[in-house]
């Protein structure tokens, strides 16, 4: 089984308003090593302030999706 942090909701792309990019884990992954609800999509446009089109499409037409992973367990080396 897998669980899919990325849902085909999100806008990952700068060009388009579809879903390219995914987090999936499986379901081994426990909220003890993966903070579900801290996965999305870091728009760098809006976040650098970046208006102009060419410009951004130069830097990438993908988001970076992210998650935050927790490392702090006593299994994780």
Known sequence: ????????????MTTSD????RIIV???TTE???DFSSSSVMPFDVE???CEETFVRS????F??????ITTGEDDD
């Open 59 to 62: 830097v990438s037409d993908h």
């Open 1 to 12: 089984m897998y669980r899919v942090l990325i849902g085909n909701d999100v806008d990952t």
């Open 18 to 21: 579809n879903t390219y990019d």
């Open 32 to 34: 003890l090593e993966c």
């Open 48 to 50: 650098l302030g970046l």
């Open 64 to 69: 970076p999706v992210y998650t935050d992973l």
């Open 26 to 28: 499986t379901s081994n």
